[in-house]
Nanobody, 129 residues
Framework: QVPLQESGGGLVQSGGSLRLSCEVSGFTLDHFAIGWFRRAPESEREGVSCINTGNGGPYYVDSVRGRFTISSDNAKNAFYLQMNSLKPEDTAVYYC??????????????????????WGHGTQVSVSA
């Protein structure tokens, strides 16, 4: 059973929208930091958006702020990334991740500079010009 499973990626034209989902199995999201990361070809992995429970509101990297929205649904044990006004530079493999705060305690950072305990296998997002 894969702990995290992404879905919702695909090919979309510039300006379009996609909604990524991350379904969680084997544990509940209570006391977990959650996040979305991406890796574009020949680039380093980038933290796109995360919720570091207890550290204020959601974090967004500058390049997606105002266009992307992270959310979670504890009843469904899933979290999401709504991506609007997509640009070709958003093309990447997107990964969801979760970090167990029962192990790590309150995170010192407010951004996504953490390495998750659980990772999905990734979903491809491609944006054409």
């Amino acid at each position: 059973q894969v702990p995290l499973q992404e879905s919702g990626g695909g090919l979309v034209q510039s300006g379009g929208s996609l909604r990524l989902s991350c379904e969680v199995s084997g544990f509940t999201l209570d006391h977990f930091a959650i996040g979305w990361f991406r890796r574009a070809p020949e680039s380093e992995r980038e933290g796109v958006s995360c919720i570091n429970t207890g550290n204020g509101g959601p974090y967004y990297v500058d390049s997606v702020r105002g266009r992307f929205t992270i959310s979670s649904d504890n009843a469904k044990n899933a979290f999401y990334l709504q991506m609007n006004s997509l640009k070709p530079e958003d093309t990447a493999v997107y990964y969801c991740a979760a970090l167990d705060l029962n192990l790590w305690g309150k995170l010192p950072m407010t951004d996504c500079s953490w390495i998750g305990d659980y990772w999905g296998h990734g979903t491809q997002v491609s944006v054409s010009a």
